[in-house]
């Protein structure tokens, strides 16, 4: 499946998009998304490395499954406030 | 109540509603654009966030905070965009019966906004360089204390 990661703030400018598309396996979890992220971008390491991943709006963790329509997102550190 | 808005923050109208017959104690926290960091001098900030998932985040810490404390109103607002020096970029206002509530609610929703909303600023710096703030990452470690 095909899914789409939202990009922010320096992520999105290191990427030089708003979004990045990922081929995934069915059944894929976050950990698997993270690797295929780090291999089609590795100008986003730096940053990916310290990022949290969001499904659906949510935080996830490493063993979150990811469904094909979910809303992923990158989410670097961040500095609201 | 919490908003994202790209317009100034209207403080007046958040302390009007917190203002209650109930409330015994009004609290408001504004954080606010400096001019400087350490020895770099700021000219703006501005903001962004995912937007969907940060109202989610602020929704979560008000019912939170309405759990744990007795509050009579609870507003988070975030400014987005531009916010120039001496700008409101966040908003924070509690009321509740009495003080000790409003000061530990206002407290920790400040706190946690800043540890989970998924918003970001950038720093625009005097010498016409800007740079997105990311604690911990090796690039951006010099804009950390936010």
Known sequence: ?81 | MVQLTYEPIDVPQLLARAQQPEAGAVLLFLGTTRRFTADRETTALRYEAYEEMAVRELEKLEAEARRRWSLVECAIVHRLGRVPLAGASVAVVVSSPHRDAAFAAGRWLIDSLKETAPIWKQEHWTDGTVEWVHPGTAQHSKADQS
């Open chain 1, 1 to 81: 499946m095909k899914v789409a990661v939202k990009l922010f703030a320096a992520a999105r400018e290191l990427a030089g998009e708003t979004e990045l598309a990922v081929e995934l396996p069915d059944g894929a979890d976050v950990a698997q998304l993270r690797a295929s992220l780090a291999a089609k971008s590795p100008q986003l390491k730096p940053i990916a490395d310290r990022s949290l991943i969001a499904v659906n709006s949510e935080y996830a963790d490493q063993a979150t499954v990811i469904r094909a329509g979910d809303e992923i997102a990158l989410i670097p550190p961040v500095s609201g406030g």
